[in-house]
């Protein structure tokens, strides 16, 4: 997946950054699990925005944010994001913190995968959809209590080149809370401005080589695009999916195809 004709970071700059990302995780496992049982909610969430900023700018991915992210509001929210990588959840936590559905491999990842169950990630087991729907009971009771969820409803990762069909089980409880869903279109670009498929997290790639290939990269230059909210209420769940697909795909301009190799962030959906 690699551009044999971009310049490639040195040797002591990867390894520099690779020291920076492990001493990172360690602060983050420190703060969570000794202080955060002392922070409330509010400052909970300020403290994963910041470190997830910090986990960015240690890996050299700069953010630029189009659109406003959503304020404090009365009203269940929910994120829907097409998916690329699992910097992903970082970049959208960098400016708004919510509550994503994860993969249950993620849970165990070193370091990683504790942060994110002790951080709120709700984790859904690959394929299984009676977990989907335990998952969508974890839901209902998150946005229940004022929590903003975050989905990725493709199911997968893609390189960033294409977006494969959204699945609407997780937009359930959207619906059945009269959520607003806000679509959030997000790339990964190289310093020439083409996409960079080396920031994705796709096929056989395993977190280590993805992080060779990070640190390989002398900048990621990562868009956040906050597109208009829509209102779940009276529509339905394959509504929902097929809206924030259109939305996502004409802000990336890109296709949309039936299925991909890629990373499964939860089963398939049996009941569209």
Do not use: C
Not at 12 to 29: D, E, F, K, M, N
Not at 34 to 56: C, D, H, Q, T
């Amino acid at each position: 997946m690699s551009h044999p004709g971009r310049t490639k970071t040195p040797i002591p700059v990867r390894l520099y950054r690779a020291v920076t990302v492990v001493l990172h995780l360690s602060a983050g496992w420190f703060e969570v699990g000794l202080l955060f049982p002392f922070y409330g909610k509010p400052r909970r969430r300020r403290a994963v925005g910041r470190w997830s900023a910090r986990l960015l700018a240690a890996l050299n991915v700069r953010p630029s944010v189009r659109g406003t992210p959503p304020g404090s509001a009365d009203r269940a929210a929910v994120l829907v994001s097409n998916h690329v990588s699992w910097l992903d959840i970082q970049l959208i936590h960098s400016v708004w913190q919510v509550r994503f559905i994860a993969k249950s491999e993620v849970r165990r990842w070193p370091l990683i995968g504790w942060l994110s169950a002790r951080t709120g990630t709700l984790f859904i087991e690959r394929g299984k959809n009676r977990h989907a729907a335990r998952i969508n009971q974890s839901i209902h009771a998150a946005l229940r209590k004022g929590d903003a969820i975050g989905v990725f409803p493709e199911g997968t990762t893609t390189d960033g080149t294409e977006l494969t069909r959204f699945h609407a089980s997780l937009l359930q409880p959207a619906v059945d809370e009269g959520a607003m869903v806000y679509p959030v279109a997000l790339r990964y670009l190289d310093e020439t401005g083409n996409v960079n498929v080396n920031a994705s997290y796709v096929g056989d790639t395993t977190l280590t080589e993805s992080l060779r290939m990070i640190f390989g990269e002398r900048t990621i230059r990562a868009e956040l695009i906050f597109l208009p909210a829509i209102d779940a209420v009276g529509k339905s769940r394959r509504e929902l999916a097929a809206q924030t697909q259109a939305a996502i795909a004409a802000a990336l301009n890109l296709p949309v195809s039936g299925s991909l190799p890629g990373r499964s962030a939860g089963p398939p959906d049996a009941a569209q």
